[in-house]
T-cell receptor, first 113, second 117 residues
């Protein structure tokens, strides 16, 4: 089956620093990947759609300059949280799409101290 | 706009019993898909079952079945013979089949299922 990996699985960083999260499709090519954010016991909120070779499309209310997305190849998308603050602490999940199916990565738990 | 509503924040079921998790949706699209995902405490999203809007038969996958009532816009998940490992958060989600939002998933609020021994 299609496998999506995320790295790192957990990261703790200091306020004001930047953190990069990688999302890779391991055994398939994904022209479209999605980035979600999830707070404890809440639903997944779509942050942005990442398209290979073009700029990401951000959902309303998501700061483009804070959450930088780069889809450099058909198997890799990265999310960089710039100048992180404690309120950015959350669970970040990526997914990769094949036709109508989405395959999710295992998620990255970000804690900003 | 599309909307998914899960009205049960938490559900309890006895081991080996069946349980139904509710999901209603709102869309003006004719073509769409409905998913159920399981999210254990580890955080991974596990695909359970899919129903296309034009599928005439209810989807089934092992112990999971989807009770699809298109006219009522409901897509309830039925888990038969519950197991302790079924304890998790369950999400209903909808995907658009076309348009500029193609491929985007809209999630419901989730239902936390607890299976008692």
């Amino acid at each position: 089956g299609a496998v999506v990996s995320q790295h790192p699985s957990r990261v703790i960083c200091k306020s004001g620093t930047s953190v990069k999260i990688e999302c890779r499709s391991l055994d398939f090519q994904a022209t479209t990947m999605f980035w979600y954010r999830q707070f404890p016991k809440q639903s997944l909120m779509l942050m942005a759609t990442s398209n290979e070779g073009s700029k990401a499309t951000y959902e309303q209310g998501v700061e483009k300059d804070k959450f930088l997305i780069n889809h450099a190849s058909l198997t890799l998308s990265t999310l960089t949280v710039t100048s992180a603050h404690p309120e950015d602490s959350s669970f970040y999940i990526c997914s990769a799409r094949i036709t109508y199916e989405q395959y999710f990565g295992p998620g990255t738990r970000l804690t900003v101290t | 706009a599309q909307k998914i509503t899960q009205t049960q924040p938490g559900m309890f079921v006895q081991e080996k019993e069946a349980v139904t998790l509710d999901c209603t949706y709102d869309t003006s699209d004719q073509s769409y898909g409905l998913f159920w995902y399981k999210q254990p405490s580890s955080g991974e999203m596990i695909f359970l079952i899919y129903q296309g809007s034009y599928d005439e038969q209810n989807a089934t996958e092992g112990r999971y079945s989807l009770n699809f009532q298109k006219a009522r816009k409901s897509a309830n998940l039925v888990i038969s013979a519950s197991q302790l490992g079924d304890s998790a958060m369950y999400f209903c989600a909808m995907i658009r089949a076309g348009g500029t939002s193609y491929g985007k998933l809209t999630f419901g609020q989730g239902t936390i299922l607890t299976v008692h021994p």
